[in-house]
C-alpha cells in the first residue's frame, strides 16, 4: 500500500480517491450538520445560510462538502510539496497522511469554517514558500496577510496566523519592516473591506455579531480527541526527529520551508484556545501541515514491510475508533 502512495503516479489519484471513500465511509453512513459554536465569522454564517437556503440543513450534504474538499487539500497539498521538492521525488504520502490523520476525529470531518480556512492556508503554505526566492517580498507579503483577513471572516482566531506570517519572514529572508507593515495592512484590508459593505448598506449592526478572541484552558475528558491529538503529535515529532538525517544535505530553501512547516504545527495547535468556547474539531488546522511530517516518517522507512504495518496500525485504530467505540 505505502509504495503506491509513494510514487508519484498521477494514476495514484484514483487510489487516493478510493482510499479516501474508505476512511471516511463511516462519516457518510453517520453525517453531521455543519458546525456553528459562536466562534465562526460572518461570511462563514452567511454561506452556510446560503447553502442551507438551497439544499435545506442536510447532514449527507455537508459531510460530502466537507470530505470532497479534504479530497482536494489533499491533491493541492500534493502539489505544492511536489513543486518545490521537499521530497526527494514525487510522492503522494503526505497527502494519504492527511486524508488518514482527519479520520482519527469525527469532528475533523464536519463541514466548519476550519475546512474552509484549510483551505485559503493552502495559498498562505504556497505564498511562504516563494518568500525566500524573492528580491522583494512585498507583494507576496500582503498577499499572505489578505488571505489571513479571508480566514478570520470564516473563523475569527485565525487571524493568530498572523504570528505564523511574521516568524516565516524571520525564517525566509533578512528582517525589513516595510515587508511586516505590508503584510500587516493585507490582513487589515479584508476587514475594511467588510466593514464599507456593511456601512454603504446600512447594516452596521452585523460589526456586534463579529466574534471575539478569548484564552480557555478546558480540561478535555474525552478520550478520543486525546487518543486523536496523541497519534497525531507523536507522528509529528517523529517525522520532525527522522528529518534531522537529510536536513543538513538539503537546500537553503528546503530547510526553511520545513522550518516554517513546523511552526505551521505550533500555531495551528494553539488557535482553538482563542475561540469563544473551545472545540477540538479546529485542531484539523494543525493536520493539515503536521501531515507533511508523517509523510516523511513513512518516506523516510526504506522497509516496506515495516512501513505497511505502521500504516495499517494507524488505519486500524481509525476504523476502531469509528465502528466500535462509543
Not at 528580491?135 to 496577510?145: E, L, M, P, Q, Y
Amino acid at each position: 500500500m505505502i509504495r503506491f502512495f509513494r510514487s508519484g503516479n498521477p494514476l495514484t489519484v484514483l487510489l487516493l480517491f478510493i482510499y479516501t471513500l474508505f476512511v471516511k465511509f463511516y462519516y457518510l453512513l453517520n453525517p453531521s450538520v455543519y458546525l456553528a459554536d459562536g466562534s465562526e465569522g460572518l461570511v462563514y454564517t452567511a454561506l452556510t445560510a446560503w447553502l442551507e437556503g438551497l439544499t435545506g440543513k442536510s447532514p449527507i450534504f455537508f459531510t460530502a462538502l466537507a470530505i470532497l474538499l479534504q479530497f482536494l487539500q489533499a491533491l493541492l497539498l500534493t502539489r505544492i510539496i511536489n513543486n518545490h521538492r521537499l521530497f526527494a521525488k514525487d510522492t503522494y504520502l503526505p497527502a494519504m497522511c492527511f486524508l488518514l490523520f482527519t479520520s482519527l476525529l469525527e469532528s475533523w470531518n464536519v463541514f466548519s469554517p476550519a475546512v474552509l480556512v484549510n483551505t485559503i492556508m493552502l495559498w498562505i503554505f504556497s505564498g511562504i514558500t516563494d518568500l525566500y526566492m524573492r528580491s522583494s517580498a512585498r507583494d507576496v507579503a500582503f498577499n499572505i496577510g489578505f488571505a489571513l483577513g479571508i480566514c478570520g471572516l470564516f473563523y475569527f482566531p485565525a487571524i493568530v496566523f498572523v504570528a505564523l506570517l511574521f516568524i516565516s519572514l524571520l525564517i525566509m529572508r533578512a528582517f525589513r519592516l516595510a515587508e511586516w507593515i505590508i503584510g500587516l495592512m493585507g490582513l487589515l484590508c479584508p476587514f475594511y473591506l467588510l466593514g464599507t459593505w456593511l456601512f454603504l448598506t446600512n447594516r452596521w449592526d452585523a460589526i456586534e455579531a463579529l466574534p471575539r478572541i478569548s484564552f480557555h484552558l478546558p480540561m478535555i475528558t474525552n478520550y478520543k480527541v486525546w487518543g486523536a491529538f496523541v497519534v497525531s503529535l507523536l507522528f509529528f515529532v517523529t517525522g520532525w526527529i527522522m528529518l534531522q538525517r537529510t536536513f543538513n544535505k538539503m537546500l537553503i530553501q528546503g530547510r526553511k520551508i520545513w522550518s516554517a512547516m513546523a511552526v505551521y504545527v505550533l500555531v495551528a495547535i494553539f488557535i482553538p484556545f482563542f475561540s469563544a468556547s473551545f472545540t477540538p474539531a479546529y485542531w484539523v488546522l494543525a493536520i493539515l501541515p503536521l501531515s507533511l511530517f508523517a509523510g516523511n516518517v513513512f518516506w523516510t522507512i526504506t522497509n516496506n514491510t515495516f512501513a505497511n504495518a505502521l500504516h495499517f496500525l494507524v488505519l486500524a485504530y481509525v476504523i476502531i475508533m469509528q465502528y466500535f467505540s462509543h
